[in-house]
């Protein structure tokens, strides 16, 4: 009886439903944190967005492919890794600005 039990369970999908999934979201988590503390070397901040934004977007690809494969449902925090990618894009946005405007003000001098 377990058997059949666990056939008609539906499975829920979040940020530790595979190891690969766990693995992506602590590495995009680190990058951010990374990113955040990175302020007086804005190149490297900035690589590090357009990393965290392809890690990001590679969640939620993997959030796809779980979904498919599985009948699931998905939990209420998977909902919040739609929203990492445009935090990056916002936060690559503006060190872009930052950096325009210091090479405008070094022309200045």
Known sequence: MEGVKSLTEKAIIDGGSTLFLLIATGGAL????????????????????????TI???IIFLY??????LSGSISLSCIF??????????AARGIWHDEKLVKSLNKLR
């Open 30 to 53: 680190v990058i951010a944190l990374i990113t955040i503390f990175l302020f007086k070397d804005r190149k490297l901040q900035l690589r590090l967005c357009v990393v965290g934004i």
């Open 56 to 58: 990001s977007l590679l």
């Open 64 to 69: 796809y492919n779980e979904i498919r494969k």
């Open 81 to 90: 890794v739609f929203l990492i990618p445009v935090a990056f894009i916002m």
